[in-house]
């Protein structure tokens, strides 16, 4: 017999605290191990039985596996192949061979139990003996071959390891295990039997659901995941083994963590791989098996290295066919898609340069001359401008139109971050330099002017106009333009909005402070937002009239101000909240009035 001493708390400790998630992994490695061992068997023996039987018996957990055994020099050398490989991982741990990968797997049972119990029998050689290792937290192990006569020798080549668990410890429960065996190794083509005092369950050799015929996948995914989404991919990337599917979801999800389920050797890695799918194809859900990509030493996550970017890439490409595919066969399917992802394409496009030309040759903006793509607007108008608020845009349309100025509402999430991206993009240089951020003041410059006796009629009223609302929050003009049923618009400035935080923290700092803020006053040449008075106006020319009346008039352009700062979804200040609420009091006065006669 031969006994070592090695550090084995201190492994324990590694792997529990910067390897492994959590102590459920035990039964994945336990049937890795087992895995393994039965396909390096088969290696030799090709018609090897291919099982593993997992007993559980109180605190006893029993895991027997039909593989190809140990040899005594092989068990004396087995925690330390962990550390001697020339091929080890970020730990430092070598899973690379089959004795290190057995080691490691087998140490992850420490954290379920103190002792390990492993009884192996080489199917190298017919008379190969049954050999006995004991290993125990505490820090030593012990190997030696098993007597002719001792009740434990196996009668075929394989290896039977023994835990005694934790007293209380819930990863032994049989449903529990039970349920990790379907989690874990549902996909194995190896037959796994679960037994305990309750029952016997066979586990194992299922069909994955890329293997499936299209209807059964869509079955699969309807039972397993709620829905079948709006289709399905297939993948295939040779160079790494990877056989799967995508599943293209049909509601618009959240840009979040990766949600793909990933088998290595149809052994379950993750349901939440990171990695294996663009961060633009967030609306697929990926599930698959690699045989040839590497794994972290926790085998939870997929080893970012060159084959893995090029997996991606691959993965990519397939979306990518997917949709153009769609959008020449099946249009109204993939106006369905554009309409559904909007939002999530619009976010992704904005860094990712594929997904900026799908988004802006298919993905729809509201526009005064309809709701089209980005790039069909650039191709038939050769100026464009946009607002950056919705509020803005509802403000300006009607006008804009009457115009003949295109605008753009780029005011929901990530339009106008689009429009900024494509900009940049060098391979829209050309026609991005077509479109721009709309200056109110273009509006102005576009209506007609009042003619000089028409200007000199209004004097008067632009004189009251001026005492009634501050020129600086407000200047108002005179002009004529259509639509001829809207009396008044008001033209906010691009940059109003900072510039009145500006002033206003102007005005509340002291004297000493409002003098350093105006040194570098950024708006200082900011022309205020514009109420434009529309001449064509029945009631403006009415107004125009009673300026004689200078309280009257007064009072009627501040009604219009206010009406076109709400038809504008501008924010009303103290002020004008103020003239609201007085000039109802005055309606309602008047109509008490009226009904008093």
Same mark, same amino acid.
Request: charged share 20%; with cysteine; aromatic share 6%.
């Given at each position: ?61 029993? #895991? ?59 199917? =190298? ?95 699969? #995914? ?50 939440? #791989? ?159 330099? =077509? ?38 929050? #407000? ?123």
């Amino acid at each position: 017999m031969s006994t070592f001493q090695v550090d084995l708390r201190g492994m324990v400790d590694l792997l529990s605290r910067n390897l492994y998630s959590g102590p459920r992994v035990y039964i994945r490695e336990l049937l890795q191990n087992g895995l393994d061992a039965i396909e390096a068997r088969s290696a030799l023996d090709p018609g090897c039985p291919r099982r593993v039987t997992i007993t559980i018996e109180g605190r006893i957990l029993k #895991c027997r596996d039909s593989g190809v055994g140990l040899t005594e020099e092989e068990a004396a050398g087995l925690l330390s192949t962990i550390g001697a490989s020339s091929k080890r991982d970020e730990l430092g741990m070598a899973r690379s061979d089959f004795l290190g990968q057995f080691g490691i797997g087998m140490l992850s049972c420490f954290m379920i139990s103190d002792s390990i119990t492993v009884y192996s029998r080489s199917a =190298k050689s017919a008379n190969s003996p049954t050999v006995i290792w004991q290993g125990k937290t505490e820090g030593t192990y012990t190997t030696q071959p098993l007597g002719p006569g001792d009740p434990h020798n196996l009668g075929e080549p394989g290896t039977e390891v023994v835990l005694e668990a934790h007293p209380g410890e819930p990863w032994i429960d049989p449903d529990t295990v039970r349920a990790l065996v379907d989690e874990f190794a549902s996909l194995l083509p190896i037959s796994i039997e679960v037994r305990s005092d309750s029952a016997a369950t066979f586990h194992g050799n299922e069909t994955p659901v890329w293997e499936l015929e299209p209807a059964a996948q869509q079955q699969w #995914c309807d039972e397993h995941l709620g829905s079948s989404g709006m289709d399905i991919i297939p993948i295939d990337v040779p160079a790494a083994g990877v056989k799967g599917i995508a599943i293209v979801s049909q509601r618009p999800n959240a840009l979040s963590s990766d949600h793909h389920t990933v088998y290595a050797k149809k052994m379950l890695v993750s349901r939440a #791989c990171e990695g294996i799918v663009p961060q633009w194809a967030y609306f697929v859900r990926f599930i698959g098996n690699s045989n040839y990509l590497r794994l972290t030493a926790s085998r939870e996550q997929l080893s970012d290295d060159e084959l893995l970017e090029n997996t991606r890439q691959a993965i990519g490409s397939s979306i990518r066919q997917w949709l153009e595919d769609m959008a020449e066969n099946s249009p109204s399917r993939f106006n369905d898609f554009i309409s559904i992802h909007a939002m999530g394409l619009r976010a992704v496009a904005v860094r990712d340069p594929y997904m900026l030309d799908l988004t802006a040759r298919y993905v729809p903006l509201e526009s005064t001359v309809g709701t089209l793509p980005l790039l069909d607007l650039l191709a038939s108008h050769e100026s464009i401008r946009y607002t950056r608020t919705v509020d803005q845009y509802r403000a300006l349309a009607d006008v804009a139109a009457s115009q003949s100025m295109v605008l753009v509402n780029a005011g929901y999430a990530y339009d106008e971050e689009l429009i900024n991206a494509l900009l940049t993009d060098p391979r829209y240089s050309t026609i991005a330099q =077509k479109i721009r951020l709309v200056d109110p003041s273009e509006l102005l410059d576009a209506f007609e002017e009042c003619t000089l006796s028409e200007q000199a009629e209004a004097m008067d009223l632009m004189l009251i106009a001026a005492q009634a609302i501050d020129p600086s929050d #407000c200047e108002v003009v005179l002009r004529r333009f259509t639509p001829l049923t809207l009396p008044a618009l008001y033209l906010p400035d691009p940059d109003f909005a900072g510039r009145h935080v500006q002033r206003n923290s102007q005005a509340q700092a002291s004297k000493m402070w409002a003098g350093i803020m105006g040194v570098s006053d950024p708006f200082a040449n900011s022309k205020p937002p514009r109420l434009v008075l529309n001449r064509s106006n029945s009631l403006i020319t009415r107004l125009i009239h009673a300026s004689s009346v200078p309280q009257t008039a007064s009072n009627v352009l501040r009604g219009l101000y206010v009406q076109s700062l709400l038809a504008g979804r501008q924010t009303l200040g103290p002020k004008e909240r103020a003239w609201a609420a007085q000039l109802l009091g005055s309606l309602l006065d008047s109509a008490l009035d009226d009904t008093s006669n």
